[in-house]
């Protein structure tokens, strides 16, 4: 009633134009408040322990597949496998951002092939002696037979100079610690915020919004609107003005949406759907509002993505999380970097230095020293922990004012547990590809909020769970989905695509968003250049028939093509034998890793630099990105009609929904069409597109 009655007064005029449709909630005589919440049906009592329970059962799953892995082998074994340097040659030591120890090492033992990489955990092990000791680290990074190890220790440890130094892939149990603990705290939470927000997720309680926005939105009742006159004025300018014109109407409504809510609210996007131009719009409002804003994602490499696109709309962007694996684009952005560029960064410095020769003192007793020598030692290295002390304290409070001046604070969901985040919360807390994420790891930011707004798509690439039984208990659900099914009223789909042609669209947007997305005019006729070879937008090769079966790949979960892998080179051949075509960029993409190996394999220099851009990868890999021609191998071609994981068909949705001008799929339809959805395309293909035979490709 405030809220009608300074709108509707003569001293608060307010004309809503066209481009504003902003609506009020009509009156509604059930009052929902904090202090009498509307319940719904009550929350299952064993949806969270279920969790907790597939989560137990997913974090054995991983530990028993490293634990084959890497701790049951020999070395040796281990070395061949890939998943392991020994031995070592120690080039460098030192101490990096936070004092923490690194080693940098080169491989000198046998220099095949692995799967060493930045961003992985790690072991540095010493076989010396009669037992393996060894410490928990992360490559930072790997070039050649070198790699930069950042050590989860305070020290050094002292076997390091002993000889015998391997380093081996490692389980680490960190990330499953911290969702374990989120979700204890999220199910006994009670009378606080943190269960507030539980209760509507969960769906036991009506998500709120401020003000009514748009049609078919925000229909909850606004009920905790500020009576502060100057608070709802900012909120009206926040829904009312300055939304940039290049917006559409989907995305503005979003953006209303998200800035209405009281708590929860979803941006849901589909492929191309310009998802991330609206969630950075809409944390650039909720940073106007209060900052910082919480800004995280399931993936480094998604946070990195909002990282950069923030900065570039201006915003001050603090990226936290471990540096072996942030992309070095947005490094500058890293609290490390943020750090140097601080005053107090000298005085650290030369305390740093001063604890390093304290070290190098220390060093020059060994134990074969007297007691008196190496109680020296033992002092020396005292001193430097002490110094080491007032550094962490210094560089404590040199973070707390980066994040307090910040807009955005950004990291990855396990992340945001970190230390640095300790004791903060935050008004809003912005999770993208919320669609990819785990409910626990959900939880983990889910501490730290008042508000929540949620983007990403259902449809698309899920979770990865390996525990079956986990994944029947439910935790291949995602807060996203429970959110879209109990709250449809505090969801906005975005429904115009700036990507495809709408004969590329046209599939995916019948069976996925009931056709309510439509094509930009920009996109919807573009193709590839008119008499270009294949120039047909959608393209269906099938290689029934072919006798193109199946066979392993590299890896034990692997499956490969060689018929496939020859036709699509053959068609990438045919379709770069037309002028105009470095220009293009195309991407050549399989559900199967051990076809994308097969394929970039039988790559020549040649192929690769026709065009301006070609890359190789699976369907996981390309969520998110686009090529103007995307040829997609689906591998599967058996007697038994088995498909795999092509069953769980949002992973199709987004290998079809990658290409701008032309896709071209390969497979076998009397294999991969047994299922309804591969059934469908295959009919779509033959009424607004081609279907052609596997016979005029190859050999």
């Known amino acids: 009633h405030h809220i009608r009655s300074i709108l509707f007064s003569p001293s608060h005029p307010l ?16 009052t929902l408040s904090p202090s009498h919440p509307l319940t719904l049906s009550p929350l299952h009592p064993t949806t969270l322990s279920s969790l907790a329970t597939a989560l137990r059962l997913e974090r054995d799953a991983h530990a028993e597949r490293y634990r084959v892995l890497t701790g049951v082998a020999p070395v040796k074994q281990r070395v061949a496998e890939g998943v392991a340097w020994f031995p070592l040659r120690i080039r460098e030591t030192g101490y990096g951002f936070g004092e923490y120890p690194y080693v940098v090492v080169e491989r000198t033992g046998p220099g095949g092939p692995h799967q060493l990489g930045g961003g992985k955990p790690c072991q540095l092990f010493s076989q010396s002696g ?15 037979n070198i790699a930069h190890i950042i050590l989860r220790d305070n020290d050094h440890p002292d076997w390091l100079d002993d000889g015998r130094i391997g380093v ?12 374990t603990e989120a979700l204890e705290r999220i199910t006994k939470a009670e009378g606080d915020r943190l269960a507030h927000l539980r209760d509507v997720i969960y769906g036991t309680r009506i998500p709120t919004f401020s003000l009514q926005v748009g049609q078919g939105v925000g229909q909850g009742v606004g009920q905790r609107a500020s009576t502060d006159d100057d608070l709802l004025k900012d909120l009206l300018k926040d829904l009312l003005n300055d939304l940039p014109a290049s917006l559409n109407e989907s995305q503005r409504e979003a953006i209303r949406l998200a800035m209405s809510a009281n708590d929860v609210a979803v941006i849901h996007g589909p492929p191309g759907t310009g998802k991330t131009t609206t969630l950075v719009e809409v944390i650039r409002r909720c940073a106007k509002r209060s900052r910082p804003v919480l800004v995280c994602a399931p993936s480094n490499a998604a946070v990195d993505l909002l990282t950069e696109r923030c900065s570039n709309a201006g915003l001050d962007v603090v990226r936290i999380g471990n540096l072996a694996r942030i992309d070095p684009v947005v490094m500058e952005h890293t ?11 000298e005085e650290i410095k030369y305390l740093r230095k001063r604890a390093d020769e304290f070290r190098r003192m220390a060093t020059k007793y060994k134990r074969s020293f007297g007691k008196a020598e190496m109680e020296q030692r033992k002092l020396l290295l005292q001193e430097a922990r002490n110094i080491i002390t007032d550094v962490r304290r210094m560089e404590q409070q040199v973070t707390d004012m980066i994040i307090d001046q910040a807009d955005v604070v950004a990291c990855t ?39 929540v707004i949620l983007a990403g798509d259902p449809h698309q690439l899920p979770p990865t769970v390996i525990d079956q039984q986990a994944a029947q208990m439910a935790l291949s659900t995602t807060m996203l989905d429970r959110v879209i099914k109990a709250h449809p009223e505090a969801v906005t789909l975005l429904t115009e695509q700036y990507r495809m042609n709408h004969v590329i669209m046209s599939y995916s947007n019948a069976t996925f968003y009931e056709g309510k997305v439509t094509s930009h005019p920009s996109v919807e006729d573009r193709t590839i250049p008119e008499g270009a070879p294949l120039a047909e937008s959608l393209m269906i090769i099938d290689t029934s028939g072919r006798g193109w079966e199946e066979s392993p790949g590299e890896g034990a979960e692997s499956l490969a093509n060689i018929g496939e892998a020859e036709c699509a080179l053959a068609l990438y051949d045919e379709l770069t034998s037309h002028d105009g075509h470095e220009t293009w960029s195309v991407g050549i993409i399989s559900p199967y890793r051990g076809q994308v190996r097969r394929i970039n394999s039988m790559l020549t220099e040649d192929q690769r630099s026709r065009v301006s851009m070609l890359d190789v990868d699976t369907v996981d890999s390309f969520q998110g990105s686009e090529c103007d021609v995307i040829i997609i191998s689906l591998v599967r071609s058996n007697d038994d009609q088995e498909i795999g994981f092509l069953k769980d068909i949002r992973r199709m949705n987004v290998a079809i929904t990658r290409a701008r001008k032309k896709l071209i799929i390969i ?12 059934k469908g395309l295959w009919e779509y293909a033959e009424q607004h597109a081609t279907v052609r035979s596997a016979w005029e490709y190859s050999s």
């Open 15 to 30: 004309t809503l134009s066209p481009s504003h449709p902003l609506t009020l909630a009509p009156y509604h005589p059930l």
């Open 130 to 144: 009669t037992e393996q000791r060894a410490v928990n680290g992360t490559i930072h990074w790997v070039t050649g």
């Open 168 to 179: 081996q892939l490692a389980f680490d149990a960190s990330g499953f610690k911290s969702m």
């Open 335 to 345: 609290l490390g970097e943020r750090w140097k560029r601080h005053g107090m960064a």
């Open 413 to 451: 969901l396990v992340a945001s547990r970190n230390e640095e985040l300790r004791g903060r919360h935050f008004d809003y807390v912005v999770i993208d590809e919320a669609g990819q994420a785990l409910d626990p790891a959900m939880c983990i930011p889910l501490q730290r909020a008042e508000r």
């Open 667 to 678: 497979g076998d339809g009397s294999t991969i069409a047994a299922h309804p959805f591969y």
